[in-house]
């Protein structure tokens, strides 16, 4: 996304009034959304059907692209978690 941001910018020489649509299958158009996003750009996503045996494997796929992607806010959560499991498990002896 923010490959074709910089090509539509040189081509446009603005995201303003512009309407940019992306295709990928329909397993991968919510990262496409959030992926431009991040960039700054406000697209429409068209889907394309995923073979049926596929898709347990391009799910799987997709989630963990999702976790990497927010992977910050993952380990502050898991931090906070654990900071907090410790706080109980410490009122509780003490």
């Keep these: 996304m923010a490959f074709s ?9 603005s995201l303003e009034n512009i309407n940019i ?6 397993y991968h158009v919510f990262r496409g959304y959030t992926l431009a996003h991040k960039t700054g750009m406000t697209v429409k996503g068209l889907s394309a059907k995923t073979k049926l045996y596929f898709f347990p494997n391009a799910f799987v796929r997709e989630f963990i692209g999702l976790l990497w992607e927010q992977k910050l806010r993952h380990i502050m ?3 906070s978690v654990i900071i907090f499991m410790i706080l109980m498990y ?5």
Excluded: C, H, P, R
């Design 5 to 13: 941001k910089k090509i539509i910018e040189q081509d446009a020489g």
């Design 21 to 26: 649509g992306f295709s990928t299958t329909n």
């Design 77 to 79: 959560v898991a931090v």
């Design 90 to 94: 410490l009122s509780i002896i003490y």
